[in-house]
């Protein structure tokens, strides 16, 4: 099980840090992503972490966004600075590749002044 936690109402150029808490320690065995789904739109990835330690971002959040673990505490966190209108949306996290998990119900991020 996946629990998504952390957003909320921010204004632009503000930051806020997702997590991404399970129920067993996936995190160091699967790559793993930030996914996030504006109204109407497609759910995209937003950033990634292999098992190795791996990190990569989207270059729309490049240089903002910074994706981390704890797999000791089961938890994976998106660190997310100087926000913009258009990261609005539903944050989920999800295995990379292969069979996904059941999807969380994610963390509702909302950049607005």
């Known amino acids: 099980q996946l629990v998504e936690s952390g957003g909320g109402l921010v204004q632009p150029g503000g930051s806020l840090r997702l997590s991404c808490t399970a129920s067993s320690t996936i995190f160091s065995f699967n790559a793993m992503g930030w996914y996030r789904q504006a109204p109407g739109k497609q759910r995209d990835l937003v950033a990634s972490i292999t098992s190795g330690g791996n990190t990569n971002v989207a270059d729309s959040v490049k240089g903002r966004f910074t994706i981390s673990r704890d797999s000791a505490k089961k938890t994976m966190y998106l660190q997310m600075n100087d926000l913009k209108p258009e990261d609005t949306a539903l944050y989920y996290c999800?295995?990379?590749?292969?069979?996904?998990?059941?999807w969380g119900q994610g963390t509702q991020v909302t950049v607005s002044s």
């Open positions: 999800n295995k990379l590749s292969g069979m996904k998990y059941p």
